[in-house]
T-cell receptor, first 109, second 114 residues
Framework: GQNIDQPTEMTATEGAIVQINCTYQTSGFNGLFWYQQHAGEAPTFLSYNVLDGLEEKGRFSSFLSRSKGYSYLLLKELQMKDSASYLCAVMDSNYQLIWGAGTKLIIKP | ETGVTQTPRHLVMGMTNKKSLKCEQHLGHNAMYWYKQSAKKPLELMFVYNFKEQTENNSVPSRFSPECPNSSHLFLHLHTLQPEDSALYLC?????????????FGPGTRLTVT
């Protein structure tokens, strides 16, 4: 079966750095996505990785290792507004997104 | 504002009611999706439409009936629902022909079945 694993909840301090991991087992691979979802709002696109390596976009970076079935989202200089759920999703061989359950990130002052 | 709107934002309905959820995308995309989001569970893909044609129906019960009259509008018709159908229903769109697959989501309809 297809499976995406990510931690259920993480806590970090304002101004710090946090890394949210995602491991996957899917039928084929056509890219990995990270989305941010604030409570009661729509998920919004953060990043897309299809090749191995690190993609940096401002305070957020996303890393992919296809051989290990592993990705992480790195958030630097954490702000209170970063408190949200972070969803990992993999596009399989049929170009369908397989979603993780999301990681709820709590930022403390 | 992501360019995808959904109405209503909240809906409470009894098990014998019939209601419809509406989604509209203003992004010129050619694919639209319905997802179900339950607490602490992964997003569940329900239906996919490409160029108004349904391409996916992930074993969704017949009490959920989608309709896509054109590439900008998507409906989800609901009838004789069960309490376990209470969830957040999200609509999304994407432009697949351009090679970019990111999906843009609407704010969702919070559905409660009593």
């Amino acid at each position: 079966g297809q499976n995406i694993d990510q931690p259920t909840e993480m806590t970090a301090t304002e101004g710090a750095i946090v890394q949210i991991n995602c491991t996957y087992q899917t039928s084929g691979f056509n890219g990995l996505f990270w989305y941010q979802q604030h409570a009661g709002e729509a998920p919004t696109f953060l990043s897309y990785n299809v090749l191995d390596g690190l993609e940096e976009k401002g305070r957020f970076s996303s890393f992919l290792s296809r051989s290990k079935g592993y990705s992480y989202l790195l958030l630097k200089e954490l702000q209170m507004k970063d408190s949200a759920s972070y969803l990992c999703a993999v596009m399989d061989s049929n170009y369908q997104l397989i979603w993780g359950a999301g990681t709820k990130l709590i930022i403390k002052p | 504002e992501t360019g995808v709107t959904q109405t209503p934002r909240h809906l409470v309905m009894g098990m014998t009611n019939k209601k419809s959820l509406k989604c509209e995308q203003h992004l010129g995309h050619n694919a639209m999706y319905w997802y179900k989001q339950s607490a602490k569970k992964p997003l569940e893909l329900m239906f996919v439409y490409n160029f108004k044609e349904q391409t996916e129906n992930n074993s969704v019960p017949s009490r959920f009936s989608p309709e896509c009259p054109n590439s900008s509008h998507l409906f989800l018709h609901l009838h004789t629902l069960q309490p376990e159908d209470s969830a957040l229903y999200l609509c999304a769109s994407s432009q697949e022909s351009s090679g970019g697959y990111e999906q843009y989501f609407g704010p969702g309809t919070r559905l409660t079945v009593t």
